[in-house]
């Protein structure tokens, strides 16, 4: 009885150890991942810290006068007879974002958003 006990925890006690370490070779953790047997190490599709790569560079500091500028063009090409109200910088994740208050003659107020690539995101409705 003893020896039955003994062996059934043995074999308890090492499948738990091949689940923890991945078990079946396939690296580190459940999912496989990181430098080890069946992991891909710097796989081509994510970079050092886990999120994924893709063909998205990184911004280069827009600064304010430059988002303004986009704004202006993005204004005048799809909403006549709006005006620049007011201006407010924030910071996005590690860069700076813009957000750019816009209001017509009747009242009509919307935000439009100039991210860190340059890209004016909106119009929001402002209330």
């Known amino acids: 009885m003893r020896r039955t006990l003994l062996v059934t925890f043995a074999v308890v006690l090492a499948a738990g150890m091949a689940f923890a370490y991945g078990g079946m070779g396939r690296g580190y953790g459940m999912m496989g991942g990181g430098y080890g047997p069946g992991g891909c190490g710097p796989c081509p599709q994510f970079n050092g810290q886990g999120a994924q790569q893709g063909n998205q560079q990184l911004p280069k ?63 929001f409705i402002a209330q």
């Open 61 to 123: 500091a827009l600064t304010k006068e430059e988002a303004q500028k986009k704004v202006d063009e993005f204004i005048a090409a799809n909403l006549k007879g709006y005006k620049i109200e007011k201006t407010q910088e924030f910071q996005g994740g590690r860069f700076m974002m813009y957000n750019f208050f816009v209001k017509d003659a009747s009242g009509n107020r919307f935000i439009l958003r100039v991210n860190p690539w340059g890209n004016v995101v909106g119009p």
